[in-house]
């Protein structure tokens, strides 16, 4: 009986920790996405426009 309800533990806190851990990543890459998405017009080459030029 001991058994059975300390495997029953280690299974919940196991499943916790991996529903934990899921969430902890989903809320990184959805910084990581944002702050790409701010970022990306930013980072882009520009080359100087010469009016004499043209």
């Known amino acids: 009986m001991i058994i ?3 495997a029953l533990a280690m299974t919940a806190a ?3 920790a ?3 851990g ?3 990543e989903v809320r990184q890459n ?3 996405a944002e702050a ?3 970022r990306a ?4 080459c520009r080359f100087r426009v ?3 030029n043209r």
């Open 36 to 38: 790409d998405r701010l």
């Open 18 to 20: 991996t529903a934990f």
């Open 22 to 24: 899921l969430y902890d």
């Open 50 to 52: 010469n009016a004499r």
């Open 41 to 44: 017009f930013r980072t882009a």
């Open 14 to 16: 196991t499943l916790m």
């Open 4 to 6: 059975a309800v300390l």
């Open 30 to 32: 959805r910084l990581h």
